[in-house]
């Protein structure tokens, strides 16, 4: 048999890239949060590759709360661009080049009052992504057939999706030329598709039989495939080599093999390897009829391939004498569903034998996934895995969490270990457990994200406790320090000086006396203080503003001695005297009895708060830091001397009347 294998078979420029984006992620150290917003490529096997290396595939953006969300290179509309930006989601856009600058200049024609037209299919994520940036107005064509009639637009803007033909693309396109003048086409189909579907036609024609690898639900392949039917008859579509059916591809003597844009090198490899293997077991093959049959019994698991589907059941053939049959009940949940509606001839069914008939074999495919989601929970469970689900609903005592493997009770005790009261608040939220019971005998599994969360607080704490300890360590009394005042008080500030508050009392804010601290500082200033005490035990930090100057009252003694006069203004005065302020903060008492060389009988009388006085120190008690002053001192003492003479005659004269000046003037010569 000779093989002849396209040269532009697999992963096209976009499918690579978008690959490579998930795989830079990955590397990144964020699996556990990367999701791609649909099927990074239409193939299951990649994408069962990435869900095991912990890559999630949803459907929508309100499936997300936090992560990475990767947008595949089919491209997403404008509007899901602007919602994950608004979720603050790490955005990866991975879209094709091609699909970006179509969407480019959709946006542009648009905003340009075009009626956009798309070539292609309605349902396929591309062709959705482009009318999602004219609005979703575009209107879509995919059949040469169904072309509207477009001459009611002032103006025709048509792009076509990247992997349709391009007979189709020209079909289309002169339809609506004869129906319309303005018409701006742009053939928009990739270079790679274009030379991609020319090879698959020129080796179909010659060859006897055309193998065409890929996703069946993958556009370009399927393109493909129509393309190699049309040239070869003998043309098989498959997605791996499980798929092949070397019974009637072993009669034909060349064969060519081409693969859709989505389909990785591997799985092309793969199929090569075993076409080759299996012609070379062939020849060597003595085997009697029964020998082909496979060997199972009850609760074995087989794999077959769908014969045929009706509404109620499925047959399958499973390599045995007699066929298998999947009945409705043992295939979904759903009693409404019909079968044949989701299961085509030719599907590959994995299931689980529940009995072994004359006629036919029973299986069972919900019984299958039972059985692996128990393995997997079992699994989950001895090894502590932390399991990611949503809470699907609230039930009496607790919630039902759907982990992906299946649904979990959770009970209302183990979903915090702060009490929640609304257990309907929390459907749909996104949680995450583990499993702290599991009985596959009895069916009980137990979720708990306390546990989770408790391990997670304590591991906080013990961290915090750490970094306070390195941080209070580090700190020596007499050390200068800065901070933010966090909090006022009626006795002093806290300040954050780092992983520690440290605190100001009132009496260290300032030399000054301070009424409250709201007086001179403010929530948010930015201090700088000395520390003057550590309470290693209690980890508390005393510091002091008023250290980080110099005391007034030693500045004061080192420049001021007993006997010196100064200059002060009064700011208080009482029964017993006045205070004057004789330097910055410095205060002294002037005794009501060293206010004048006169008995003073009210201060209030002779000094008022505000005057400027001279004064003598006349101590200073430096324990108390306390001065003493007087005015009197600086004020020189006049006496009066008075000598009454006992021979001084004492006139009387009734018609006199002597003056002060007339009796004491002497004394003033």
Same mark, same amino acid.
């Given at each position: 048999?000779?093989i ?8 096209c ?10 795989d ?52 997403v ?12 989601l ?14 480019k ?39 040469k ?37 303005n ?9 790679? @598709? ?25 556009s ?7 393309i ?6 003998? $043309?098989?579509?498959?997605?791996t ?20 844009a989505s ?27 029964e *020998?082909?049959?496979?060997s ?18 499925i ?8 066929d298998?049959?999947?009945k409705? %009940?043992?295939? @979904?949940?759903?009693?409404d ?51 990611e689900?949503?809470v699907?609903?609230a039930i ?5 969490? *759907? ?16 009490f ?59 050390q ?32 000054s ?5 709201n ?6 200033? $930015?201090?700088?203080a ?18 980080? @100057?110099e ?17 002060? $203004?009064?700011?208080? @005065? ?20 060293? &206010? ?20 003598? &120190?006349?101590?200073?008690?430096n *324990?108390?830091?306390?001065v003493?002053? %007087? ?7 006049v006496e ?5 003479e ?19 003037g *002497?004394?003033?010569?």
């Amino acid at each position: 048999m000779e093989i002849i294998l396209a040269k532009t078979a697999g992963y096209c420029f976009g499918v690579n890239r978008a690959l490579d984006a998930v795989d830079k992620a990955i590397e990144d150290g964020q699996v556990h949060l990367i999701h791609t917003l649909g099927p990074i490529i239409h193939n299951p096997q990649v994408i069962e590759k990435l869900e095991q290396r912990g890559v999630k595939t949803v459907q929508g953006l309100d499936e997300i709360e936090k992560g990475t969300i990767v947008i595949r290179s089919h491209g997403v509309g404008e509007n899901v661009i602007k919602e994950a930006e608004e979720k603050s989601l790490n955005l990866i856009n991975a879209t094709c080049p091609y699909v970006k600058n179509i969407q480019k200049r959709v946006k542009k024609y648009y905003d340009e009052d075009y009626q956009i037209v798309i070539i292609g299919n309605k349902d396929h994520p591309e062709v959705k992504g482009i009318n999602g940036w004219c609005n979703n107005s575009g209107i879509i064509v995919d059949d040469k057939n169904n072309v509207p009639n477009v001459a009611k637009y002032d103006k025709i803007c048509v792009v076509a999706q990247t992997t349709i033909t391009n007979e189709l693309f020209i079909a289309i396109t002169e339809k609506m030329k004869e129906q319309h003048n303005n018409v701006a086409i742009f053939n928009t189909i990739c270079n790679a @598709t274009k030379e991609r579907q020319e090879e698959t036609r020129r080796i179909a024609q010659d060859v006897d039989c055309m193998i065409i690898i890929g996703g069946y639900n993958s556009s370009n392949t399927q393109k493909l495939v129509s393309i190699s039917k049309k040239y070869c008859n003998n $043309t098989f579509h498959i997605e791996t080599k499980k798929d092949l059916d070397m019974d009637k591809i072993k009669k034909y003597e060349k064969v060519g093999i081409s693969a859709g844009a989505s389909t990785p090198q591997w799985i092309i490899e793969e199929v090569i390897n075993f076409m080759e293997n299996q012609e070379n077991n062939m020849e060597n093959m003595n085997s009697t009829y029964e *020998d082909t049959f496979k060997s199972f019994r009850k609760g074995s698991i087989v794999e077959g391939k769908v014969i045929s589907a009706s509404k109620d059941e499925i047959i399958v053939n499973v390599g045995y004498k007699t066929d298998g049959i999947i009945k409705k %009940s043992e295939y @979904t949940k759903d009693s409404d569903v019909d079968l044949s509606t989701i299961v085509n001839p030719q599907d590959n069914i994995e299931a689980l034998v529940l009995n072994i008939g004359t006629d036919s074999v029973e299986l069972s495919v919900l019984r299958l996934e039972e059985r692996k989601a128990k393995d997997e929970l079992e699994k989950a469970y001895e090894e502590g895995t932390i399991l990611e689900g949503k809470v699907v609903k609230a039930i009496k005592g607790g919630l039902m969490v *759907d982990v992906g493997i299946s649904e979990i009770f959770m009970p209302a005790s183990q979903y915090h270990y702060k009490f929640v009261k609304d257990l309907e608040s929390l459907v749909g939220k996104q949680i995450r457990g583990k499993i702290i019971e599991f009985d596959k005998k009895k069916n009980k599994v137990i979720l708990s994200q306390k546990v989770i969360v408790e391990a997670e607080h304590k591991a906080k704490v013990e961290a915090d406790a750490k970094v306070k300890g390195d941080f209070f360590s580090s700190l020596e009394v007499g050390q200068k320090i800065s901070g933010k005042v966090k909090s006022i008080m009626n006795y002093g500030v806290f300040v954050n000086i780092g992983a520690l508050d440290g605190f100001v009392h009132i009496s260290d804010l300032s030399h000054s006396k301070v009424n409250h601290p709201n007086d001179v500082l403010s929530e948010g200033d $930015t201090i700088e203080a000395v520390i003057i005490n550590l309470d290693e035990e209690n980890q508390k930090i005393k510091l002091s503003v008023k250290e980080m @100057t110099e005391d007034p009252w030693t500045s004061f003694v080192n420049n001021n001695k007993k006997g010196d006069i100064v200059e002060g $203004t009064i700011t208080n @005065t009482v029964s017993f005297g006045a205070f004057a302020e004789i330097a910055p903060t410095v205060e002294g008492l002037i005794h009501i009895s060293q &206010i004048s060389h006169e008995k003073v009988e009210s201060v209030d009388a002779v000094l008022h708060k505000g005057d400027t006085v001279k004064v003598k &120190i006349i101590g200073i008690d430096n *324990d108390k830091k306390k001065v003493s002053l %007087s005015i009197k001192e600086t004020i020189e003492k006049v006496e009066k001397q008075v000598e009454i003479e006992e021979n001084i005659s004492v006139y009387k004269d009734e018609n006199a009347n002597p003056t002060l000046g007339d009796l004491f003037g *002497d004394l003033f010569k």
